[in-house]
């Protein structure tokens, strides 16, 4: 019988919203993703994700407009803070509006602490993000707490984005101290993952001011430690799968290593309709019928390695409605030897392009290559 830290986590992550209006087309998708949500996969999740920029100028009418959408969802829903939910001088719309958890929060969630944090409030407004001396004291009572659990972290950007070097590099040394599995953040308005082998950082697509790609949101588990990450656009059709274990070489963490000659496949199946059958694909050619596990609700099935340092495997799911979900990656297997380069806590340890998982590689956005801000129409 498997404990509930067994079981894996799982979220979705809604990219920034910068709600003006009801009128705009951000607040359309944003209704129609928290729908989809609502009726196809929201009694799978264990948590819905805002990461900030929720209110394109941190006004009460912006913030009231986020509240029927959420109304829509009974899964739990967790709101960060953004440099623009400061463009009023305060969170003050943010908190009174909303009454969202006041950060800083945890929640242990599958054995998983999951911290939540606010950069944002603590700065003077714009992209001045900061933590100040008592929330970083915090964080770290918080790490402690976590013991040998896994600890993820919910921010609105990159730790090198912080402003106070010593803040920035504190966190940086909080997060490698206490082997932080995950940083997941906002800010950036296009999706990315970066990884220096302890820790794996991901950012989603922005909802509000999208500059590359269609809209939609991610999909993110942690399976005994093991973080995956795919982006699912909104107009996709289910079901949506997800293998949660063992490692893609991109998400891969030190403490990820295999041994052996063999490995368990773990996939989860997202959508609405029951699935009718599940298999394994390897990159050679063999097929493995997958089996359903009711305590994990995932599939499963156990493969041999190939004398390769990363191998192709693909889940393949059908539906009693006869669609068809497919979700592949290149497994690391015990030959795998990481390699890092770059900057720690930054976009310079960007995995770069994986269009198979929604990532396109091109950075448009705020942190890299924004592009020119358009005029508004009438």
């Avoid at 928290?34 to 996969?41: P, S």
């Avoid at 990461?51 to 394109?56: F, K, Q, S, V, Y």
């Avoid at 790609?213 to 973080?227: E, F, N």
């Avoid at 890092?340 to 705020?366: C, F, M, R, Y």
Wanted: glycine residues 8%; aromatic residues 8%; hydrophobic residues 35%.
């Amino acid at each position: 019988m498997f404990t509930e830290k067994q079981k894996p986590l799982l979220l979705a992550h809604i990219g920034d919203l910068h709600l003006t209006d009801a009128k705009q087309q951000n607040y359309k998708d944003f209704l129609s993703i928290t729908a989809q949500i609502a009726v196809e996969i929201g009694s799978q999740l264990d948590f819905v994700l805002l990461p900030g920029d929720n209110a394109d100028n941190g006004l009460a009418e912006q913030y009231r407009l986020i509240t029927p959408a959420l109304k829509m969802l009974d899964v739990p829903v967790y709101i960060l803070t953004g440099d623009h939910d400061m463009e009023q001088g305060s969170l003050d719309n943010f908190y009174n509006t909303l009454k969202p958890e006041r950060l800083p929060f945890k929640k242990t969630i599958k054995g998983v602490h999951c911290i939540f944090l606010d950069v944002c409030g603590p700065g003077t407004g714009g992209p001045d993000f900061r933590f100040g001396a008592e929330q970083l004291q915090t964080l770290e009572n918080y790490l402690r707490e976590c013991g040998d659990d896994t600890c993820a972290v919910f921010m609105h950007t990159y730790p090198d984005d912080l402003k106070d070097a010593n803040e920035r590099q504190k966190l940086l040394d909080l997060l490698r101290k206490y082997q932080v599995a995950l940083v997941t953040m906002g800010h950036t308005h296009y999706n990315e993952v970066a990884n220096n082998h302890h820790t794996v950082y991901t950012a989603t697509r922005s909802t509000g001011q999208i500059e590359e790609g269609p809209v939609g949101y991610s999909i993110i588990s942690i399976d005994d430690g093991v973080v995956s990450w795919r982006f699912r656009a909104l107009e996709d059709p289910f079901p949506f799968v997800m293998i949660t274990s063992p490692v893609d070489y991109r998400l891969y963490r030190l403490n990820n290593a295999l041994q052996g000659d063999r490995t368990e496949i773990r996939a989860t199946v997202l959508g609405a309709d029951a699935v009718k059958q599940v298999a394994c694909f390897t990159g050679d050619g063999q097929t493995y019928t997958m089996s359903f596990d009711p305590e994990r609700n995932d599939w499963y099935t156990t493969i041999p390695f190939k004398n390769e340092a990363t191998m192709l495997v693909s889940v393949e799911a059908v539906n009693v409605k006869g669609r068809p979900g497919r979700h592949s990656i290149e497994i690391a297997t015990p030959l795998f030897k990481p390699l890092t380069n770059g900057k720690d806590g930054s976009d310079e340890l960007s995995i770069g392009a994986w269009v198979e998982n929604g990532i396109l590689g091109t950075q448009l956005g705020p942190n890299r290559n924004a592009k020119p801000p358009q005029k508004k129409k009438d």
